[in-house]
């Protein structure tokens, strides 16, 4: 357990750092869409609070991965928006997002008691969403400018960890007893992967905008 949720802080260091960086650099921060900073800064006080919680209080912070997921469906897709420049991809995002909405909506209303626990349809449809939308993103782009390409890639390998977990239906699995490594352990690590490929993306705009 002490394993898992010191990966899991490790993660959250590398977000925090990930912020300071890209806030505190004018050069980056001009240069950079206001959206994925503000992105960025509400997930450092999403996580924050969830590690508060969830180390005072083990299993109880549950209800805090909707904030996560849904302002990250929110920011991302309103960012990929703003990155496509064609109508049809446009309305791709527009429609997926509507129907993301949508079906985590119905969740709720159907059982609203799901606020306390992870809702892995919310989880895996916000995720699968972004997936397509980062898959678009490289595609379209890929003989043009990189900027957002090491976020998208890294995104899109932590969400797909993600959906593979809350696909298989088995968030408790544990895979070694001592030392205590689970299935979270691994999503963890994917975390700090995706963390790493952000600060790839920082150190890439700030070499090219200077």
């Known amino acids: ?63 805090l991965s909707h904030f996560y997921f849904n302002f990250q469906f929110l920011f991302l897709s309103y960012l990929y928006f703003t990155l496509f420049k064609h109508n049809k991809a446009k309305s791709l995002i527009i429609i997926g997002f509507i129907t993301g909405f949508l079906i985590v909506l119905s969740s709720y209303i159907v059982n609203p008691n799901v606020f306390w626990q992870f809702n892995e349809l919310e989880i895996i449809t916000t995720s699968s969403l972004l997936v397509i939308f980062a898959l678009c993103f490289i595609i379209t782009n890929i003989e043009k400018r990189h900027d957002y390409f090491n976020f998208s890639i890294g995104l899109i390998m932590y969400l797909l960890c993600s959906i593979l977990i809350f696909l298989t239906g088995n968030t408790n699995l544990v895979f070694i007893k001592n030392p205590y490594i689970d299935i979270w352990v691994f999503n963890s690590l994917f975390y700090i992967l995706f963390q790493v490929m952000i600060y790839k993306e920082y150190m890439h705009l700030k070499k090219d905008k200077n």
């Not at 980056?28 to 006080?45: E, G, Q, T």
């Open 1 to 63: 357990m002490l394993l898992g949720f010191f990966i899991s802080v490790i993660g959250l260091l590398f977000l925090i750092i990930n912020t300071v960086l890209f806030v505190k650099n004018r050069i980056v921060r001009k240069n950079v869409s206001k959206v994925f900073i503000v992105y960025l800064v509400v997930l450092c006080v999403i996580e924050v609070f969830c590690h508060v919680i969830g180390y005072l209080k083990p299993n109880s912070n549950f209800f």
